[in-house]
């Protein structure tokens, strides 16, 4: 008698959602029948995020680092959903979509990813834009757009964060406009980039103070409007004028995910064990942003698109041995090092026993990002138009 084909359902399409679907499109099912593998998600294109500074620079374009699903995932096996999950139900092994649909599965991928959260202080939620998807990138080149269309003589932006991604903003910004730029960083720690190395913390505060980009370390936003934001720094309170407020600190799980009937962690991150496996459940996984992870050796690991990576090769791997009677992999993070692109022409690397800045450490930045995309029909259209696209401004 044949045996039902088995379904993999897999939730979100960021590194780990769609980098694990991939991988299983490509492991050998010793004669089997290649499972069902549905990814969803409720966007029509993978977007490889550490590229979306250069969105807003247009050193490149949608397309390069927001490449369709259906195009990533065409003769793959794998079968794509655009759709809102609405509800996942682990008793009933269920998954339901925001078109009525609902899938039955064998196998569960939560890898929804998380969202910026704003805080309630006063004027955040109506003023201040967050920078993680496509649609923000979108909302903050119009506004840098009507901005520099503007008579204004300066072009006032202040940055909530001092983390990777606020600094790595910050330096693109600058570049983008030049002279006319006011950008303000601000931390409510004494440093930027807290968790990064030495050398990369040095090398970035040196080049945003050689781009004029001011730093607020130990201060706080305590309210925005449409033409200023207030500062606290100790007890001293001031009120600048601002044209654009862009917040980049935090990270929080959906209402869905949150409200699950699963063991959760702290901010109510799913808990999982060191097979990525949720615990107490024998077939749902979580990774990524959703999840709280510690690897085979009990080390926390960071929610980076680099532990992403990573994970989706052991959560596919463990889902193909779950299937084909073999043991399970326990995840070990391998810390590779870390990139920051802080302008145009300017990037520092530390990783493998390499450190580098400047331009150098921009070619080897994109290379290894060209390397991750997810395929390689990817990878050589977009390898190739970078080699020809400066030819072609001389033509």
């Given at each position: ?68 699903f ?69 909302r ?21 964060g ?14 983008r406009?030049?002279?006319?730029g ?11 980039l ?121 959560c ?12 399970l ?56 138009n ?10």
């Amino acid at each position: 008698m044949t045996q039902p084909r088995r379904r993999i359902c897999i939730l979100g399409g960021g590194f780990g959602g769609l980098y694990t679907a991939l991988r299983l499109s490509q492991l050998s099912w010793d004669g089997q029948t290649l499972p069902e593998i549905v990814l969803i998600d409720r966007q029509d294109r993978f977007l490889f995020a550490p590229f979306l500074y250069e969105l807003l620079t247009e050193e490149m374009q949608t397309w390069e680092i927001a490449p369709p699903f259906v195009e990533l995932l065409a003769e793959t096996g794998v079968q794509f959903k655009q759709a809102e999950i609405t509800g996942i139900d682990p008793v009933k092994k269920a998954v339901q979509l925001d078109n009525a649909e609902t899938l039955d599965y064998d196998y569960l991928v939560i890898a929804m990813g998380g969202k910026t959260p704003f805080p309630d202080v006063p004027g955040v939620k109506d003023h201040a834009i967050s920078f993680r998807t496509l649609e923000d990138a979108y909302r903050i080149k119009q506004r840098l757009k009507t901005l520099e269309l503007s008579d204004t003589e300066k072009i006032r932006v202040a940055i909530v964060g001092g983390g990777y991604s606020g600094v790595e903003l910050a330096g693109k910004l600058a570049d983008r406009l030049g002279d006319r730029g006011r950008i303000r960083i601000i931390e409510r720690s004494d440093t930027i980039l807290g968790t990064s190395p030495e050398y990369n913390r040095t090398s970035a505060q040196e080049i945003l103070s050689e781009k004029g980009i001011w730093v607020d370390l130990d201060t706080s936003l305590t309210a925005v409007t449409a033409d200023d934001i207030t500062l606290q720094y100790r007890d001293q309170v001031d009120t600048i004028p601002v044209d654009l407020v862009l917040w980049t600190v935090g990270t929080a799980v959906s209402p869905l995910i949150r409200d699950l009937p699963l063991p959760h962690g702290d901010r109510h991150l799913l808990k999982t064990d060191s097979h990525l496996l949720v615990d107490g459940q024998q077939t749902i996984f979580a990774l990524g942003d959703v999840a709280d992870c510690r690897d085979a050796t009990g080390q926390i690991v960071p929610p980076t698109a680099q532990v992403a990576f990573q994970q989706a090769d052991y959560c596919a791997w463990n889902i193909w041995a779950s299937l084909t009677a073999r043991p399970l992999l326990p995840f070990r993070y391998q810390a590779l090092g870390e990139m920051l692109s802080l302008g145009v022409d300017e990037a520092v690397l530390n990783g493998l026993g390499i450190k580098l800045s400047g331009p150098a450490a921009v070619l080897v930045r994109r290379l290894v990002y060209l390397y991750r995309f997810p395929t390689w029909s990817h990878q050589l259209t977009v390898g190739f138009n970078w080699l020809t696209r400066p030819l072609l401004t001389f033509l």
